[in-house]
């Protein structure tokens, strides 16, 4: 599956973003989607994950504060992302992944990331 993120941008703290992530190539149906976030001079973290029924899970540094949903119709996963705090600065990725996992290395697609800057 081939994934597109998008809707990344420059906010001031304490404003929103919505993150979209668009497959293609097959249903995302069956796949148990992530959304990952890397900083710079930082390794890539985990952020939030939604499996194929749609049970979520999310990093302790971002719980209360994101929201990821899935559109199988639309082949679609987002990341709404309220009260963001400077240190949510990242390139923001999407990712697939077969098994339930918050672990990089078990998502096999990923998409091309998408810039989220938060001015303080």
């Known amino acids: 599956v081939q994934l597109q993120a998008s809707g990344g941008g420059l906010v001031q703290a304490g404003g929103s973003l919505s993150l979209s992530c668009v497959a293609s190539g097959r249903t995302i149906s069956t796949y148990h989607m992530g959304w990952f976030r890397q900083a710079p001079g930082k390794e890539r973290e985990f952020v939030a994950r939604?499996?194929?029924?749609?049970?979520?899970y999310y990093a302790d540094s971002v719980k209360g504060r994101f929201t990821i949903s899935r559109d199988n119709a639309k082949n679609t996963v987002y990341l709404q992302m309220n009260s963001l705090k400077p240190e949510d600065t990242a390139i923001y990725y999407c990712?697939?992944?077969?098994?339930?996992?918050?672990?990089?290395?078990?998502?096999?697609?990923w998409g091309q990331g998408t810039l989220v800057t938060v001015s303080s």
């Open positions: 939604i499996t194929w029924d749609s049970r979520t």
């Open positions: 990712a697939a992944a077969r098994v339930v996992t918050v672990v990089a290395g078990n998502f096999g697609s």
